[in-house]
């Protein structure tokens, strides 16, 4: 003899079974049942990833699922920017969807955490990096100088460190949606015959946020290849925090799974603050 029971939320209780013969004679047993609640989990988050107009509303939607059937849950979705909202669920039999709609006020670059609880507290979350919001009428950056590129920076020597020189320029042309402008980055050191230059073709999206502009785009090494780029750096005129000019470059690989190549402050995510100090030069942040 076998049966099947199946449970759509967590149980811990006791189960019995009783058999009767064809005379009546009957007999009965029972034995303690836990049934563990099972987690929501997110399968998917959905925002943009193109850059957006500060503004404009951001539209999200994520999926997840959950066999727990009788479960309620709730979307708590971190905007990254200092807010929290509940997203609104819709959806059945064990498969959800989240949708919501979230505004930025200021340019940035933001981090989104998306967290599904259910009502035995179980949970899962989701985070997406990152919506790019940017101004076009915010103002351009232009910076040229020097820093002492660190040890490791250099990630196929580790070891390389010396003097390397920059300059860029990065603006936003009649609010055209795309900036224009041109970067160069030269770590050379002659005395190992080692060359490192990577210049940029185009550019992606600028952000001017304070004292402090990021800017990504694509480029070349040694007038070879498909690589990224990043640099984000701090005016120090427009603020109190610093006395000194910071800078900081990431370039990368993108025909190589976006190996990192070169990263003055490797490890960092891309929203940190540049902490790198230029020894001669100056970056400069024209408001808009």
């Given amino acids: 003899m076998n049966g099947t029971l199946t ?11 009783r058999v009767t013969d064809d005379d009546g004679g009957w007999d009965i047993d029972t034995c303690n049942v836990t049934v563990n609640n ?4 997110i399968t998917d988050i959905i925002l943009p ?3 957006i107009p500060v503004g404009n509303n951001v539209n999200l939607t994520a999926n997840f699922t959950d066999p727990g059937l009788l479960d309620t ?9 200092g807010n929290t909202t509940n997203g609104i669920i819709n959806g059945a039999n064990g498969s959800y ?3 919501d709609i979230w505004t930025y006020h200021q340019t940035g670059l ?8 259910d009502d035995d507290n179980g949970s899962d979350y989701k985070i997406f990096q990152y919506i790019v919001v940017y101004n076009a009428s915010g103002g351009f950056v232009t910076g040229a100088g020097k820093i002492i590129s660190p040890k490791g920076a250099y990630v196929p020597n580790s070891n390389l460190t010396g003097i390397a020189k920059f300059h860029f320029q990065s603006q936003y042309n009649n609010k055209d949606k795309m900036p224009t402008g041109n970067t160069d980055f030269r770590f050379i050191i002659k005395s190992e015959n080692f060359s490192f230059i990577f210049s940029s073709d185009d ?34 005129d427009l603020t109190p925090s610093t006395d000194v000019d910071l800078f900081r470059i990431k370039i990368w690989d993108k025909d190589n799974n976006d190996e ?24 400069k942040i024209h408001k808009g």
Avoid: C
């Fill in 7 to 17: 449970r759509y939320d967590d149980f811990d209780g006791i189960v019995g079974l």
């Fill in 49 to 51: 990833i193109v850059p």
């Fill in 73 to 81: 849950h709730i979307a708590t979705i971190d905007w990254g920017d």
């Fill in 110 to 117: 933001y981090t989104v955490n998306l967290t599904i609880k």
């Fill in 38 to 41: 099972v987690a929501p989990q």
């Fill in 203 to 236: 550019y992606q999206w600028l952000i001017i946020a304070g004292a402090k502009a990021m800017f990504k785009g694509n480029g070349t090494v040694n007038d070879e290849g498909n690589y990224g780029f990043m640099i984000s750096a701090i005016d120090e």
């Fill in 260 to 283: 990192v190549i070169y990263d003055n402050q490797l490890g960092d995510g891309e929203d940190a603050d540049p902490t790198t100090e230029i020894i001669s030069g100056q970056i």
């Fill in 97 to 99: 969807i989240v949708s």
